[in-house]
């Protein structure tokens, strides 16, 4: 009998958004009422595809250096349903943390909308803690 210690914990359970709160609505008023402040932030959208057969879970995953409700109103008009979103400490967590998430849904052959690599910002000297590019 094999157990199954703290340490196997994550892997029993969808890591994409453990740490970020939500999904809420995408809504402009629910936007309103749970984003209160400018810190940098990672946030994940999500909307459901559907095939004649099955219905399944697309995502984008992005990041702001600043203004997260703003941010997520450009999506207010598109396919996309929910969102979570976790804030971080740095423009440079918030990079990591983007790069982290789109290894974990392994980008767009996994489940992300996201065509591309994260990129840093213009002037932003860092590198994806993953894949070190
Ligand atoms: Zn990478």
């Known amino acids: 009998m094999q157990l199954v210690g703290n340490n196997d914990r994550c892997s029993l359970h969808p890591p994409e958004d453990a740490e970020m709160d939500g999904p809420f ?28 057969e099955y219905a399944h879970y697309r995502a984008l995953i992005g ?3 600043g203004n997260l409700a703003k941010t997520l109103k ?12 976790q804030y971080v400490e740095s423009t440079d967590a918030a990079f990591k943390q983007q790069c982290m998430m789109w290894h974990q849904l392994e980008g767009p ?12 910002n213009d002037g932003q000297v860092i590198r994806c803690p993953v894949c070190s590019t």
Do not use: C, M
């Open 109 to 120: 052959d996994g489940k992300l909308d996201n065509e591309r690599h994260p990129e840093p």
């Open 63 to 65: 990041r702001t250096d």
């Open 74 to 85: 450009q999506w207010l008009d598109s396919d996309y349903r929910v969102f979570s979103f």
């Open 25 to 52: 609505q995408l809504a402009n008023s629910v936007i309103d009422t749970v984003i209160n402040n400018t810190d940098p932030a990672v946030f994940l959208l999500r909307r459901i595809e559907e095939t004649p």
